[in-house]
Structures are given as structure tokens and as C-alpha cells.
């Protein structure tokens, strides 16, 4: 027979003070409850994909209110109690904390005082020709520290290259900013040489990247505009691109008038001789090494066909031939 343990004192007063062991029994009946719902279950408002931030210095009571206006905890009391719990009163760790899922109060204050962030890497690609104000619309779209204006007044047109980033979600306009410049200056790295060769400032370089870009399709077509475009520049003539109207007007040629081409800006480059004052979008490598490889041929003018064929000509006279039976 196995000899009996004694019993505490604290069920020896139980037991001899009936009234205070109900009051106990019920205070268990009605607390158990109440502690797992608002410690082991997330409120059932939480939200989705949030991202939460703490600033630096910020204290846990004012940490544990802003977490409960966010409907990501239900007691701020339980939440600082937690904290203590786990050691870290002067621990919650300063930064953003992504939240993809409901998670309980626990879960969020241990988070919080071991600086696991969660923030997840975003793919983004950006595509050759797209220019910074469709970059800013797609960035603040992806990113929840993005600021379209700053990243606007920061960004240099040309400069940025187009390429598959991966960005953390609370990545600002600076972050991309600093990743992409660095990228372009490592890809025209592997320029220099040929730069040098060619004679002429980076900036006319990309400028004429930019607009082959959005010219041509294929490394040959590039090379050929590329050449009657350096021709054009050579003795003064004016480029006459239409694809400049695209950052003028959003107009694609099709859609050009002969009051369009009378527009006084910097980048109609019918009104005006030489390149535009910037480059119209972001080339990817193959323009850029198009715009150092012109070829040497006898053409003057070009045309993209309705049926995306491009048509060349030696004369004026050759190319509108070419418009009346390619483009009318």
C-alpha cells in the first residue's frame, strides 16, 4: 500500500474554509477561460498581413496599446505581464515585424523581445523601358515604407536597371534607390572600355539607350536606329523620335497628331535638335551596348509597320513612301 502525501496547507485551508473554496473554485471556473482566451488565442480581428513597428526607445506600455489598437493583442495588461514573464521587460526589440497570420499574445511578445521580424523578401522585376514613374507606381503598390514622391524627387532617369530584385517589405525608396544605382554601375562597368572607345559622354550614351529601348525589339534593329540616330546628331538634324511623346504626352505614334508634334517641350524632339534633356526610360544591357555599336549604313529615316516590321529609307522622299504604305 503506497503511503499517502501529505497535503499543503493551502488545501488544508481549503478544505477547512468551505466558503473561500467556492469563491476559489469559481474565481478558476471563470479566469482559466478569460487567461486562454486573451494569452493562447489571437483576437478574432487580427488583421492580415500586417506590418507592425516599434520605435526605438518606445516603452512596453506604449508598444502594448498600439499593438492592441492594431487588433493584434486584446489586453495590453497581459501582453506587459507576458513580457515580464519572458525575462525582457527592457527588451522589446525596436523594428518592423511583419505579421502574415493571426498569432496568440504570447507568441507576438515573444516575438518582440527576440527580434524575430518575419519580414519576408519580395520578388520584383522590373522590365527594360519602363521609366521611374511607372517604377514608382509599382513599387508602392509592393512595399509599405515606399514613398512615390521621395523616390521621384531622388531618382535619375537612364540609371536605374532593369532586373529582378528582391526587396524586404518595409523597404523604403532610398533601399531601392541605393540596389538599382549599384546594379547599373556594375553592369556599365562592363562597358568602360567600350565607353571610352566610343568618345561620347555617358549620359548622351544612355539617352539613346532609352530611346532604342523603346524603338526596336531585336539587337540588330537597335544597331541600325542606333546608327541613323548618331548620323542624325552628327549633322544636326533633328532625331524626330516618336517615342519621346511617351514621356511627353503618354502618346504612342499611332495615336500622334500634327498639333502633338507643335508641343514646346524639351523632349519633342521634332521642335528641337539634339538629345532630350533626360533619358525617357531605364535601357536594359542590350540598348546600352546598341548605343556604342551603331551601324554604318546608308539610311536616314525609319519606320515601325502596323505590322511591326521596321521599314527604312535613304530619302525623305523613300520614307514617305514607306508611311503611306506601312503605316496609312
Not at 469559481?26 to 494569452?39: G, N, S
Not at 516603452?59 to 492592441?68: D, F, I
Not at 527588451?91 to 518592423?96: E, L, M, N, R, S
Not at 520614307?319 to 504604305?325: G, M, P, T
Amino acid at each position: 500500500m503506497e503511503p499517502k502525501l501529505p497535503k499543503s496547507r493551502f488545501f488544508i485551508f481549503l478544505e477547512t474554509h468551505p466558503v473561500f473554496s467556492r469563491c476559489f473554485i469559481f474565481i478558476l471556473i471563470f479566469t482559466v477561460p478569460y487567461v486562454h482566451l486573451f494569452l493562447w488565442r489571437a483576437p478574432s480581428t487580427f488583421p492580415s498581413e500586417i506590418i507592425f513597428s516599434v520605435e526605438k526607445g518606445q516603452s512596453v506600455s506604449s508598444v502594448a496599446n498600439s499593438l492592441t489598437d492594431a487588433h493584434i493583442i486584446s489586453s495590453p495588461f497581459l501582453f506587459k505581464n507576458l513580457v515580464i514573464m519572458l525575462g525582457r521587460e527592457n527588451g522589446i526589440k525596436a523594428g518592423d515585424y511583419s505579421f502574415e497570420k493571426p498569432i496568440s499574445a504570447y507568441g507576438v511578445a515573444s516575438r518582440l523581445t527576440k527580434a524575430e521580424y518575419g519580414l519576408l523578401p519580395i520578388k520584383i522585376t522590373i522590365f527594360e523601358g519602363l521609366n521611374i514613374f511607372e517604377m514608382a507606381s509599382l513599387f508602392e503598390k509592393e512595399l509599405i515604407k515606399f514613398n512615390s514622391e521621395n523616390f521621384l524627387a531622388l531618382a535619375k532617369e537612364g540609371y536605374l536597371f532593369p532586373d529582378t530584385y528582391f526587396f524586404l517589405q518595409n523597404a523604403t525608396e532610398s533601399d531601392v534607390l541605393s540596389l538599382m544605382e549599384k546594379n547599373f554601375d556594375k553592369k556599365i562597368a562592363k562597358l568602360n572600355e567600350k565607353i571610352k572607345t566610343f568618345g561620347k559622354p555617358l549620359d548622351e550614351i544612355v539617352t539613346m539607350a532609352s530611346i532604342l529601348e523603346e524603338e526596336a525589339r531585336t539587337t540588330e534593329t537597335r544597331e541600325i536606329i542606333s546608327g541613323i540616330l548618331w548620323k542624325r546628331i552628327k549633322i544636326g538634324m533633328p532625331l524626330q523620335v516618336d517615342v519621346t511623346f511617351q514621356y511627353i504626352n503618354g502618346k504612342t505614334t499611332e495615336e500622334l497628331t500634327l498639333s502633338d508634334l507643335e508641343i514646346d517641350s524639351p523632349y519633342n524632339t521634332y521642335k528641337y535638335k539634339g538629345f532630350p534633356p533626360t533619358p525617357i526610360s531605364n535601357p536594359g544591357f542590350d540598348s546600352l551596348l546598341a548605343a556604342l555599336s551603331p551601324k554604318d549604313t546608308p539610311y536616314f529615316y525609319f519606320l515601325s509597320g502596323k505590322d511591326g516590321i521596321i521599314y527604312y529609307a535613304t530619302t525623305f522622299d523613300e520614307h514617305k513612301k514607306n508611311r503611306a504604305l506601312y503605316l496609312n
